[in-house]
């Protein structure tokens, strides 16, 4: 099974500041089949990237997705308030498995 | 887009069995692999089961295989779980999910999520 650890665990950060969260795989994710997802409380996931650096639909572009092999970020380039919620990569290239997340919040 | 809306959630002694619906609205549900994914109280993300759009392939994480099955009827538009010799280890919202178009890919659409406490 391959295992992701995501870091950091949180992240305090202001509108407008840019946000770095990285996602590490402890193998190499088949053909980057990586996802990220945004969820809030109360709320069920909400998908924003897939094949690493792909956005969703209606994902806007202040998001971006790198990374290849065993190492991944998403990157939010200027944090707005109805950015922060908890964070979770997902590798599909084997099998299904996801990290821990990572939480942002308003610092 | 499929809107998802999942039911059957409760309150189970250790042990019991429960069985988790989740409707489909909208198309196309027949052609579609489905899954169901569950969050313990505050934690992460953990898929559970995905079947195929004809029922003919079904996959578990380990931990379920053998205890949950997973179900269709794509005439009444609706995905089930089966939940038998539940344990607390297993109490999480479930989630009905849409992968995208693989049997592992990233999940598109998902319910609202029904809550299972053992």
């Known amino acids: 099974e391959i295992v992701l650890t995501q870091s950091p665990g949180t992240l305090s950060l202001s509108p407008g500041e840019r946000a770095t969260l990285s996602c590490r795989a402890s193998?190499?994710?088949?053909?980057?089949?990586l996802a990220w997802y945004q969820q809030k409380p109360g709320q069920a996931p909400r998908p924003l990237m897939f094949g690493a650096s792909i956005r969703a639909a209606g994902i806007p572009d202040r998001f971006s997705g790198s990374g290849s092999g065993t190492d991944f970020t998403l990157t939010i380039s200027r944090l707005e308030s109805e950015d922060f919620g908890v964070y979770y990569c997902?590798?599909?290239?084997?099998?299904?498995?996801f990290g821990q997340g990572t939480r942002l919040e308003i610092k | 887009e499929v809107l998802l809306g999942e039911s059957g959630g409760g309150l189970v002694q250790p042990g019991g069995s429960l069985r988790l619906s989740c409707v489909a609205s909208g198309s196309s549900f027949e052609n579609y692999w489905m899954s169901w994914v569950r969050q313990a109280p505050g934690t992460g993300l953990e898929w559970v089961a995905t079947i195929k759009k004809d029922g003919s392939e079904k996959y578990y994480m380990d931990s379920v295989r053998g205890r949950f099955t997973i179900s269709r009827d794509n005439a009444k538009k609706l995905l089930y779980l089966q939940m038998n010799s539940l344990r607390a280890e297993d109490t999480a919202i479930y989630y009905c999910a849409r992968p995208q178009l693989l049997p592992h890919d990233i999940f598109n659409d998902w319910g609202q999520g029904t809550m299972v406490t053992v």
């Open positions: 997902q590798q599909y290239g084997s099998s299904s498995t």
């Open positions: 193998q190499n994710v088949n053909s980057n089949h």
